[in-house]
């Protein structure tokens, strides 16, 4: 068990507190993915957590995937009624399906890979022809702030972590075989604050370079 499979098994218990209690931002996630992805799709979720953002996407088929135990346990739990779901504890660089899909999704997971470059080639490998990847990360730059708001109990603990830029991951993702299609920055403020928050994130993403925050 590595260090990263220990953190996510330690706060699984308090996973959905964290995403309630911060849900202006999780809700927002969820938004960017139901705004790619119609209902009733093949998809396959990498670092699902708990299941709520496959669950929500309401797919035909979908598989989550967690290096957590304990994670996808309560997943499969939460989601017992719904025979269109499945649940697998496995690391990106090792799962392995014969399903194919229409979407793989990977939800702020790329800083908590073991391996950034192993698992995106073994994510490519899984991808049938057609197939699109969408991935979302905390912009870099974001580090100092986040940190400052776990150590407030603001937010959720992250556990063993390495962001990388995004410049470096478009670069990882085309060394696996993978074409670029769409880049977006997307909440540049992701606390909830009445009025303020809306209208920010509204005007911001349509500021170029200042959009960048996001």
């Not at 590595?2 to 938004?31: G, L, Q």
């Not at 957590?49 to 996407?57: E, R």
């Not at 009025?195 to 920010?200: D, H």
Request: charged share 25%.
């Amino acid at each position: 068990m590595n260090e990263v499979e220990k953190h996510f098994d330690t706060i699984a218990p308090s996973y959905d507190y964290w995403k309630h209690k911060n849900w202006y931002y999780y809700d927002s996630v969820k938004k960017v993915y139901s705004g790619f992805i119609p209902t009733g799709a093949r998809v396959l979720e990498i670092g699902c957590g708990t299941g709520d953002i496959l669950a929500g996407l309401k797919p035909v088929l979908g598989q989550g995937v967690d290096v957590s135990g304990e994670m996808i346990r309560r997943a499969q739990e939460k989601y017992a009624n719904l025979k269109n779901l499945d649940f697998f504890q496995s690391s990106a660089a090792e799962f392995r399906t014969t399903e194919k899909f229409d979407y793989i999704i990977l939800p702020d997971v790329i800083e908590h890979l073991e391996d950034v470059k192993t698992s995106m080639l073994n994510i490519a490998g899984i991808a049938s022809d057609g197939v699109k990847i969408i991935i979302t990360m905390a912009n870099p730059l974001w580090e100092p702030i986040l940190e400052v708001a776990e150590k407030l109990g603001l937010k959720m603990p992250e556990g063993p972590h390495k962001r990388i830029s995004i410049k470096q991951l478009v670069g990882i993702c085309r060394d696996s075989g993978l074409s670029l299609d769409h880049l977006s920055y997307y909440l540049p403020f992701p606390k909830y604050m009445p009025v303020f928050s809306n209208i920010f994130n509204i005007v911001v993403e349509k500021i170029p370079l200042l959009n960048r925050l996001g």
